[in-house]
């Protein structure tokens, strides 16, 4: 006997068998039948116990003697993975060079470690440095003034050789940076000077013993010879002094006109000739063979020079060569040129050094002055106008063998102009200190 079981459908099941069967009959003749006397569902099933005939049927549901249907939701809702790990080929893609790993000041989830300077990542997926280091072999050697160093196998040192050597350092509390010292031969400029006991109007004076302030004689101010002291000589014909003159119309001599009343004129002339000059010049003397050299003047220059008009004025210690048509070559003196400013000059052998006064030379009147004397060793030119201190030369004062000046005014119009140019001058006051006597022209 065979039992059959058909399902008629997804949710029934049919089961039959036949009955027992007797001894075979001849072929074709004999039949047999039966019936199921009990059918038990299982787990998972529903139908009971089956004695006759019934069905059984898939018991779906959500506990565990239950089925799950095909389309229940929970086989396809979103759910939170359940701990687990990972072999490194499942990791998805991270951004830029970098690591997978968690620092120890972070908790929590792994999070991308970068790569810091002179590490990378090499070909064979490991974590190498990008440079090579430097082998302990290398030295660090301390230079001048400095001790230490060694090479790379211990951490070195530098530190500062303190000493009073020329190949170490001072250190700051070196005594020798705040000690007392005599200074060295040195010199100052007049602005350097402080004001120490000197009140207004007084200068340095030697009182035999040590240097003082004190009030000058002539009752102070920036020029020792004051007009209120000194007897000023009108500037007259003077049988020490003689006049030059180079071209037609140039002229040196006496005028008493409104413009120019009481002095002396020197002249270029008008005609229209190239080095058109006239001067007035006397004596001849070394300028560092006496005690000091002084020259003052007052003058204008009436008939200035302008535009192509060009030439110049020199009113001072002056080379006595008035015949030439260059400017000195030696001497010291203020100099005009141009029609500009009035120069302070001294010139030695061709070489000079000038400096600006700032004053233009004009139609008024002005006095200039200057003293070549022996200051410290050294020879100096000091000029003032208008009674004003301008400048001090130690360079370029003629000094020596041939360094020959005289003193005189000289005009000169070097432009090839039809023009006369004027030089007025109102008194002249020289003087020329051999030490022991001194001469006043």
Request: proline share 3%; with cysteine.
């Amino acid at each position: 006997m065979s039992l059959q079981v058909v399902v008629t459908d997804r949710n029934s099941v049919v089961v039959s068998a036949p009955g027992p069967q007797g001894p075979q009959g001849a072929a074709g003749s004999g039949s047999g039948s039966g019936t199921v006397t009990s059918i038990t569902a299982g787990t998972g099933l529903s139908g009971g116990t089956i004695t006759t005939s019934g069905t059984i049927a898939v018991s779906y549901g959500t506990t565990a003697s239950t089925a799950c249907e095909g389309n229940d939701s929970r086989l396809s809702d979103a759910r939170t993975p359940t701990t687990h790990s990972h072999v490194a080929a499942d990791i998805g893609s991270v951004l830029g060079p970098g690591l997978v790993g968690r620092s120890s000041a972070s908790s929590g989830a792994c999070e991308r470690i970068g790569l810091g300077t002179g590490l990378e990542i090499d070909g064979s997926k490991n974590l190498s440095l990008s440079t090579t280091p430097a082998a302990q072999s290398i030295s660090l050697t301390a230079g001048t003034g400095l001790t230490g160093g060694g090479d790379l196998s211990a951490n070195r040192s530098f530190a500062v050789s303190f000493g009073s050597t020329s190949t170490t350092a001072c250190v700051g509390n070196d005594s020798r940076l705040s000690d007392a010292r005599t200074p060295t031969s040195h010199t100052h400029t007049l602005s350097e000077l402080s004001q120490s006991s000197a009140t207004t109007g007084q200068v340095p004076t030697w009182n035999g013993s040590a240097w003082a302030a004190a009030s000058p004689a002539s009752g102070g101010g920036t020029d020792p010879l004051d007009a209120d002291v000194v007897a000023w000589h009108a500037m007259t014909q003077h049988p020490r002094w003689s006049s030059t003159v180079i071209g037609t119309g140039a002229a040196v001599g006496f005028t008493d006109s409104d413009s120019a009343a009481g002095v002396w004129r020197v002249e270029t002339g008008a005609q229209a000739v190239a080095n058109r000059r006239a001067s007035y010049t006397g004596g001849s003397h070394r300028l560092d063979a006496v005690t000091s050299s002084e020259f003052v003047a007052s003058c204008s220059m009436s008939a200035n020079f302008s535009g192509t008009n060009t030439g110049w004025a020199a009113i001072g210690w002056i080379d006595s060569n008035a015949n030439s048509a260059s400017e000195s070559t030696d001497g010291a003196f203020w100099r005009a040129t141009d029609g500009g400013n009035w120069y302070a000059v001294t010139r030695s052998n061709g070489s000079e050094t000038a400096t600006d006064s700032g004053t233009a030379s004009g139609s008024s009147f002005v006095r200039l002055r200057v003293v070549v004397s022996e200051i410290s060793s050294t020879w100096t030119a000091t000029f003032y106008l208008g009674g004003s201190l301008v400048a001090t030369h130690t360079t370029n004062v003629p000094t020596g063998a041939g360094r020959h000046t005289g003193q005189g005014i000289m005009l000169n119009r070097t432009a090839a102009t039809a023009s006369n140019c004027a030089l007025d001058v109102d008194y002249v006051y020289t003087r020329i200190d051999y030490a022991s006597s001194m001469v006043v022209t």
